[in-house]
């Protein structure tokens, strides 16, 4: 079947502008997690959903950081007033189990943003 | 906090070597470590998921194994190939909350043929 898909791809934004990137995670998984990723780092998390819940928002920089899954399979992650630190991938990844499991993330091919 | 380090940053071997790349980790107490690769411009592929009752998940030429009471984890690579050339990253939930993952800054992997 598809795998996570995300859009766009690749996002130039000029600093001050708000930016959307979106997740369409594998069809049936309730689990769903951004995490972002500058130029020769890991993955860093960000925020968790199962389904529609946002249960854990830890990891997001700042308040102009905004994610949302209203109808417990897309995703947005909004970024308001980008600024150049903003710059990274961000990845999302699905999985298929709810909680008190354990298995494998499923991650999409991820949105380069760059912020000039 | 959980911290994941991984050794060496980068490595670069001839085809045809077995090679090991490192993990450690320094909080114990994990419910599973992963492996992934990413591919340039790529997202993650999940190569292998150890749970924390295991010792070692094999698949093709791929071994990892799990020694959680010393915090370490290593990928055996067998017969490198040209194609395994990626970055390698682990990865392990925290020992509290969601099953977020807590990533190694990887290690960047090219074989030469």
């Known amino acids: 079947g598809a795998g996570v898909s995300q859009s766009p791809r690749y996002k130039v934004a000029k600093r001050g502008q708000d930016v959307a990137l979106r997740c369409d995670p594998i069809s049936g998984h309730v689990s769903l997690f951004w995490y972002q990723q500058a130029l020769g780092q890991g993955p860093e998390f960000l925020t968790y959903f199962q389904n529609e819940a946002q249960l854990d928002k830890s990891g997001l920089p700042s308040d102009r950081f905004f994610a949302e899954r209203p109808e417990g399979s897309v995703s947005t992650l909004k970024i308001q007033r980008t600024q150049q630190e903003d710059s990274a991938v961000y990845l999302c990844?699905?999985?298929?189990?709810?909680?008190?499991?354990?298995?494998?993330?499923?991650f999409g091919p991820g949105t380069r943003l760059t912020v000039l | 906090k959980q911290e994941v380090t991984q050794i060496p940053a980068a490595l670069s071997v001839p085809e045809g070597e077995n090679l090991v790349l490192n993990c450690s980790f320094t909080?114990?107490?994990?419910?599973?470590l992963q492996w992934f690769r990413q591919d340039p411009g790529k997202g993650l592929t999940s190569l292998l998921l150890i749970q924390s009752s295991q010792r070692e998940q094999t698949s093709g030429r791929l071994n990892a194994s799990l020694d959680k009471s010393s915090g370490r984890s290593t990928l055996y690579i067998a017969a490198s190939q040209p194609g395994d050339s990626a970055t390698y990253l682990c990865a392990v939930p925290p020992t509290t909350g969601f099953q977020k993952l807590v990533f190694g800054t990887g290690t960047r992997l090219l074989v030469s043929p």
């Open positions: 990844a699905s999985s298929p189990w709810t909680s008190g499991n354990t298995d494998t993330q499923y």
């Open positions: 909080d114990s107490a994990i419910y599973n």
